[in-house]
């Protein structure tokens, strides 16, 4: 059964950092990987969508790459801002269909 | 216009209850699902429905009944409700199974007393 972790489970950056997240997961036979923002109360929020065949995506300021083989994902966030602020979630899905959520990583961008 | 919506956006009832969360989606997608957000913020998905038929049917209890009158419309009873029914509950929907992007509803938090 694919399983998906995050690092860090919580970060707290200076406003203009550069950040990385981190998305592993067990079992490289994925069909895509979906990168999500999740705001205090509010719902899930697509940033970026990584097919399997693809290595990276970008959209503005953030940039998500794949590296299926090692099971790695990361998401990078250039000249973060307050309103980077949120909980990031990375999905993974699979074979038979499934989706798989890792545990999220809780940013704070501090002004 | 709200591409994925649900309601109640809160529910709030007693052990023992009959409730039900509606969803609705208006980008023409094929397939929908629900998941479950616990307290430690997990999301684990409940129950994938393609074209109207069952697709994913994870470890949920029998109290949990997904119905799906159209492809626009999921719907989540929830039968004898229990305090670890509590949770945040979330709809979404994708252009088709497994390849595409996941569009999510605001959610819906359910509390059991």
């Known amino acids: 059964k694919q399983e998906v972790t995050q690092i860090p489970a919580a970060l707290s950056v200076p406003e203009g950092e550069n950040l990385v997240l981190n998305c592993s997961f067990t079992?490289?036979?994925?069909?895509?990987l979906q990168w999500f923002r999740q705001d205090p109360g509010k719902g899930l929020t697509s940033l970026l969508l990584?097919?399997?065949?693809?290595r990276e995506q970008t959209s503005g300021r953030l940039n998500a790459s794949l590296d299926k083989s090692s099971g790695r994902s990361t998401l990078y966030i250039a000249a973060s801002q307050p309103g980077d602020s949120a909980t990031y979630l990375c999905a993974v899905s699979s074979t038979g269909n499934q989706f798989y959520f890792g545990t999220g990583t809780s940013l704070t961008v501090i002004p | 216009d709200t591409a994925v919506s649900q309601t109640p956006k809160y529910l709030v009832t007693q052990m023992g209850n009959d409730k039900s969360i509606k969803c609705e989606q208006n980008l023409g997608h094929d397939t929908m699902y629900w998941y479950k957000q616990d307290s430690k913020k997990f999301l684990k998905i409940m129950f994938s429905y393609n074209n109207k038929e069952l697709i994913i049917n994870e470890t949920v209890p029998n109290r949990f009944s997904p119905k799906s009158p159209d492809k626009a419309h999921l719907n989540l009873h929830i039968n004898s409700l229990e305090l670890g029914d509590s949770a945040v509950y979330f709809c979404a929907s994708s252009q088709d199974v497994a390849s595409y992007e996941q569009y999510f509803g605001p959610g819906t938090r359910l509390t059991v007393t």
């Open positions: 079992d490289s036979a994925i069909y895509n």
């Open positions: 990584i097919q399997s065949s693809q």
